[in-house]
């Protein structure tokens, strides 16, 4: 079975200043995807970043980059210059590479950034 | 830009009754998903389907069960609604992994239903 844990509950940062939320995984697969998605208050679920486990280059989005361990199996998100507009949930989550496409998602991450 | 969609945003039903949440997406994809959204649980899978007629239990399927009998549609049944059942419902359709699609064109989850059982 595949877990996804996102041990950090809340978290908090001031305005401009940079976050890294973490996500670790267990599964037996070697071929996978990786998510961040974001979930504002009352609002829908927004794909932030994703990784293909084959891919050894981290991947980057605007202010938005992961760090991808795939031995440790580690895949951490980096916010630069934060916003008031990433106060969200921020949900980590597991793709297998076979039919059904199932996610696993962490159990979240309440970010709150601070003027 | 609507990719996938959800019949209601909220609903309350009553224990007992037989509810519907319906869930179509336009993009043509194979794989649909139903899960329900709890504060400190996150997301957990209640049923899936990976074509037409097609539908595997998830996690949670207790009191569910679904239907897909178009490709676009995915139909979450609760069959006698319980106060357990109070949570947010969330659709996602993914695309087939290795598409070509960019970031901007993955918005795989629908707004969410939160439903409430009194």
């Known amino acids: 079975a595949q877990t996804v844990t996102q041990s950090q509950p809340e978290m908090s940062v001031q305005e401009a200043e940079t976050v890294t939320l973490s996500c670790t995984y267990d599964?037996?697969?070697?071929?996978?995807?990786l998510f961040w998605y974001k979930q504002p208050p009352s609002r829908q679920m927004i794909l932030v970043i994703r990784?293909?486990?084959?891919?050894?280059q981290n991947a980057t989005e605007n202010r938005f980059s992961v760090n991808f361990q795939k031995a440790a199996k580690s895949f951490s998100l980096k916010i630069s210059d934060s916003q008031l507009g990433d106060t969200a949930m921020y949900f980590c989550?597991?793709?297998?590479?076979?039919?059904?496409?199932?996610?696993?998602f962490g159990t979240g991450t309440s970010l709150t950034v601070i003027p | 830009d609507v990719k996938v969609t959800q019949s209601s945003r909220y609903l309350v039903k009553r224990t007992g009754e037989k509810v519907f949440l319906e869930c179509v997406q336009d993009?043509?994809?194979?794989?649909m998903f139903w899960y329900r959204q709890d504060p400190g649980l996150g997301l957990r899978l209640i049923y899936f389907?990976?074509?037409?007629?097609?539908?595997e239990k998830g996690d949670i399927p207790e009191g569910y069960s679904v239907s897909r009998e178009k490709k676009e549609r995915f139909s979450l049944i609760l069959e006698s609604a319980s106060t357990n059942q109070t949570s947010m419902y969330l659709c996602?359709?993914?695309?087939?992994?290795?598409?070509?699609?960019?970031?901007?064109?993955?918005?795989?989850f629908g707004p969410g239903t939160r439903l409430t059982v009194l």
């Open positions: 989550a597991f793709m297998k590479q076979r039919t059904g496409n199932q996610f696993y």
């Open positions: 599964t037996s697969e070697s071929n996978y995807y």
């Open positions: 990784q293909e486990a084959y891919k050894q």
């Open positions: 993009m043509d994809h194979e794989n």
């Open positions: 389907s990976y074509d037409v007629k097609m539908k």
């Open positions: 996602a359709s993914p695309p087939p992994l290795g598409g070509a699609d960019s970031l901007q064109d993955t918005q795989y």
